[in-house]
């Protein structure tokens, strides 16, 4: 062996000794989130993932709808996919819909809560005036999520139309949304907490874990009609890192990212699995038992 060829290999060996992990290969794993989460994500769960385990984390939020479209199409490559309605993962599923999703994992919720600003000139009625009457007020700037990309979208006609019902005021719906996609109110997920923080609305349909986390007022509505959020993970098919997907999806359902979850507002479910159990890696069906 030359001269420099041995000194280039005691230096590689010296650098080995002082990092372990450096001999273990790492990698960067995308995860496609619901918007809903992305302080937890960006700030919490990420970063604790990337310190356990040497990978990194690269997150994308926006509507789950619209990340599933983006996933079917192929406008988006993803490790891990993470949805705030079951239902959504259908899109992925079976060979009529990609098989991009053979499995997900139910593990937390989180209802719909109307949150506000504080500085809004309507502040002070929120904490005196039945909520179905003030998101009637004139001049009131509301937002919601689009109920076609995205489920908190959704979740927010059905919860209006269901309240028409539950306090018998006929055409409730209409007057307080509109039309079901009114583009005065309609904005991207991953925006409606800024929006609402920086005065641009007065009110918002979101998710407790949003407004929890933000520490953002709001007020909770009558559990007969109050809709939850439902999240749920899945590795996706041919991800690129698949072993760096497994580590994420085990770290966020295993004890660290369940301590986190909690912390930032979310109510723990007990994991359920639904789809072909049979392809579930092992890494992550020991965290079910």
């Not at 479209?69 to 406008?75: A, Q, T, V």
Request: positive net charge.
């Amino acid at each position: 062996m030359s001269i420099t060829r041995a000194i280039a290999a005691t230096m590689l060996g010296a650098l080995l000794a002082l990092s372990p992990r450096a001999a273990c290969a790492h990698g960067d794993v995308a995860v496609l989130y619901a918007g809903s989460l992305v302080n937890l994500m960006e700030h919490h769960i990420g970063p604790a993932f990337d310190r356990e385990s040497g990978d990194h984390f690269r997150g994308y939020a926006s509507g789950s709808k619209l990340l599933a479209n983006e996933i079917r199409g192929g406008l988006r490559r993803a490790d891990v996919f993470v949805s705030a309605a079951p239902r959504v993962n259908r899109l992925l599923m079976g060979p009529h819909h990609g098989d991009w999703v053979r499995w997900y994992i139910t593990f937390a919720q989180s209802p719909l809560v109307i949150g506000y600003n504080p500085s809004s000139r309507f502040a002070a009625a929120f904490g005196t005036r039945p909520w179905y009457q003030l998101v009637q007020t004139p001049g009131i700037r509301l937002g919601r999520t689009d109920p076609k990309l995205d489920p908190k979208g959704a979740l927010t006609v059905r919860l209006m139309r269901q309240a028409q019902a539950y306090y018998h005021i006929a055409g409730l719906a209409r007057r307080v949304l509109g039309a079901p996609e009114n583009p005065a109110q309609v904005l991207p997920e991953e925006a409606l907490v800024g929006r609402l923080q920086s005065g641009e609305l007065d009110a918002g349909f979101f998710y407790s874990t949003e407004t929890s986390d933000a520490h953002i007022p709001a007020i909770g509505l009558p559990p007969a009609i109050t809709p939850k959020a439902l999240y749920t993970v899945a590795i996706v098919r041919d991800a690129p890192e698949p072993r760096a997907a497994q580590a994420f999806v085990a770290f966020l359902l295993g004890p660290e990212g369940r301590a986190l979850m909690k912390e930032h507002g979310l109510a723990l479910r007990t994991l359920e699995v639904t789809g072909d159990t049979a392809t579930l890696p092992s890494r992550i069906r020991t965290l079910l038992k």
